[in-house]
């Protein structure tokens, strides 16, 4: 079955400053890779998503890249903010995993004012 | 419209009873999930449904869960029997089919067994 490792574990920023959190999986035929933010106490919320046929996805401040061929992708937030601080989580699905998602272990991302 | 919803938020049990576990999804979305996750942990998948059916059960930890969905609507998570070791944030989530993308949680059930 499908595995995802989720690096950093934590993560501590000034605000304004870029955060990146990496993930890789290991069933090549993964094709979609949503990211979640959950705030404490909070239901996961999806913040973007990206599929197997495209190589970068963007919206405002959040970027996702996937490689399909190193299998790893990676979420980029600009311009953090002290809101952004969450745990965030990534997951793959596809193939015969008809659609259950394998979450990363999360990061929590503190942004500090 | 609505979102997913769940209860009870929280339930507080002793060890060995039963307890069980409500999720109603989104209307109109035929996949419907369970996961779980335990304090400072990932999400782990237990079980999918499509529609009534469950093609889906491998995350199940043990014969003391079951899960059913009647109506293609509410799904029942009925844990026997109840451990220690039960004590989490159950999460229901659904989407408009299998493998349609995005999946909306519930607020999720807090287990807590004693």
């Known amino acids: 079955g499908e595995n995802v490792e989720q690096h950093p574990s934590t993560l501590s920023v000034q605000e304004g400053d870029s955060a990146v959190i990496k993930c890789t999986y290991s069933d090549s035929a993964s094709n979609y890779f949503p990211w979640y933010k959950q705030e404490l106490g909070k239901r996961p919320q999806l913040i973007i998503d990206?599929?197997?046929?495209?190589g970068e996805k963007k919206d405002q401040r959040i970027a996702v890249t996937l490689n399909k061929t190193a299998k790893h992708f990676s979420l980029h937030i600009t311009e953090t903010q002290p809101e952004d601080s969450a745990v965030y989580f990534c997951?793959?699905?596809?193939?015969?995993?008809?659609?259950?998602?394998?979450f990363g272990q999360g990061t929590i991302l503190t942004v500090h004012p | 419209g609505a979102g997913v919803s769940q209860s009870p938020s929280n339930k507080v049990t002793e060890k060995g009873k039963d307890v069980e576990l409500r999720c109603d999804p989104i209307?109109?979305?035929?996949?419907l999930y369970w996961y779980r996750q335990s304090l400072g942990q990932g999400l782990e998948f237990l079980i999918y449904f499509q529609g009534n059916s469950a093609p889906d059960k491998s995350g199940l930890p043990s014969d003391r869960f079951s899960a059913e969905r009647t109506g293609g609507s509410v799904s029942t998570l009925t844990i026997q029997r109840t451990q220690q070791e039960d004590s989490a944030v159950y999460l229901c989530?659904?989407?408009?089919?299998?493998?349609?993308?995005?999946?909306?949680f519930g607020p999720g059930t807090r287990l807590t067994v004693t």
């Open positions: 997951a793959a699905t596809g193939g015969t995993s008809y659609g259950k998602l394998t």
């Open positions: 989530a659904s989407s408009r089919g299998q493998g349609a993308g995005e999946q909306y």
């Open positions: 209307s109109g979305h035929t996949a």
């Open positions: 990206i599929r197997s046929n495209v």
